[in-house]
């Protein structure tokens, strides 16, 4: 082909709007026809690009100085829209400015570091558990994932005992935030002065744990590789993303395990199988759904020239179920090897927070395999409405005592 013949290729294109509230409640129907659609397709709907194919969402997410996160990496295009919060300091951001603020975030972060929480998150599992199997009949959100999380990370990070649940509520309006500004993100806003408030304070140092996490983004402040104020945005990364994603992540753990009797028997034979067990989950069924990135200069992809400033959406939910990557993609194994998913993203902004989000997830995961023989549905699952997180409102469930 001529360049020619690719600046004149058939341009593929799709009405379908990703965040209507029926999209979001059940993606993979609509996942399908914009992988069938093409590689890169033009959303009518928003005037974005998108992709459902796993090249191509990795190839963007691969090269940050062409596809670009400082004009936003929701739909909003901070060229030409005001952010709705002020932009974070790492996720919305290019190097050169985000490198040592992902240099600070990552040495917080990291895997290292955060081994000393195993034995911690094991003993919650364990209290946890306790009580699950007590009850019996249990809401895998609300009385799994949501205890769970609250009380890990926060206690993690340093925050004090209080006021914890309204986390949640900031994680729903920023994961909205990064759709369109439509009814499901006006509904998540009701609350966003006090909540806001809420975790802004969080992120002050004077009401942080010195021992904890957060503290540490503070050190290396006064070292002066960032500045207080960036060490601070560090701080509300973490309270930003790391927590409705693993409850989000939980739900579908419980939901995956319910519907599919013969994997949690595999898992319970060996539960060491727990850690690649997460790693399917968040494949076949995975909290994150979507992200964009910016074009910063004229570029061809997929054989459409895409003029600089163009926002182009990645289907990740999508992308972890292609058939051109994964094979039986539909089909939930957690002896698949799952390692290369895309639940984290790939690139600069790989999720800072993955190491700690599989230290809770595998801590919960193993505990449960040890202690529990079943994991039934017992009423009608509600998926969450969300812009961005897929996974439950309600998750009505008996565990059944190994
Ligand atoms: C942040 C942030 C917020 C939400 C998600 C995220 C997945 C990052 O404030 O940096 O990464």
Redo the contacts with the bound molecule.
Sequence with gaps: MTDADTLTAARPSSDIDPFSRENVLAPYAWHQSLHDAGPLVWMTKYDVWGTARYDIAKQVLDDWETYGSGAGVGLANFHTEKPWRPP?K??EADPPEHTPRRGVADGVMAHSRLREFRPIFAEQAKLLVDDLLAKGDIDGMEDVAKPYILKVFPDAVGLGPDGREQLLDYGNM??NGFGPLNDTFAASTAAADAVVDYVMGCCDRDRLDPNGLGEQAYKAADEGIVSNEEALFIV??ML??GLD?TVYAIGNVLSCFADHPDEWEKLRADPSKARNAVEEVLRYDSP?QSFFRTTTRDVELAGQHIPAKTKIMMSLGAANRDPAFWEKPDVFDIDRNAAAHLGFGFGVHH?MGQAMARLELQALVTEMAKRIERIEITGPAVRAVNNTLHGFETLPLRVVAA
């Design positions: 974070s790492l996720l920023v994961f509300r990364s930003s993303a994603t994150f999720c």
